[in-house]
Nanobody, 121 residues
Framework: QVQVVESGGGLVQAGGSLRLSCTAS????????MGWYRQAPGMQRELVAA???????NYLDSVKGRFTISRDNAKNTTYLQMNSLKPEDTAVYLC???????????????WGQGTQVTVSS
């Protein structure tokens, strides 16, 4: 009943930029935290950036100063602006949202299907 849809991944050269978008839709009462994770081949999934309803953010140390997360509460959308990309940023990026559904209560985590980001050297 809740769908999370991502867009914006692709192939970019080192030093370039990409902007990822993620929109949640469906039976939504409110969204607490939205964020982005990534998983590279042979590596553990890691939190890249997250933003709560009030706009507080946190970032993976290696992306601080290069990536910026934001959200539009009216659109149930989060964005990840990625600048100065490095080959080590190559991974599948997954959107995550903690959502309260209408009439059901509780807080549940939903994931997008992932979008590939490839940074060439």
């Amino acid at each position: 009943q809740v769908q999370v849809v991502e867009s914006g991944g692709g192939l970019v050269q080192a030093g370039g930029s990409l902007r990822l978008s993620c929109t949640a839709s469906g039976n939504i009462f409110s969204i607490n935290t939205m964020g982005w994770y990534r998983q590279a081949p042979g590596m553990q999934r890691e939190l890249v950036a997250a933003v709560d309803f009030g706009g507080s953010t946190n970032y993976l140390d290696s992306v601080k100063g290069r990536f910026t997360i934001s959200r539009d509460n009216a659109k149930n959308t989060t964005y990840l602006q990625m600048n100065s990309l490095k080959p080590e940023d190559t991974a599948v990026y997954l959107c995550n949202a903690d959502i309260r559904r209408r009439f059901l209560g509780g807080l549940f985590t939903y994931w997008g299907q992932g979008t590939q980001v490839t940074v060439s050297s």
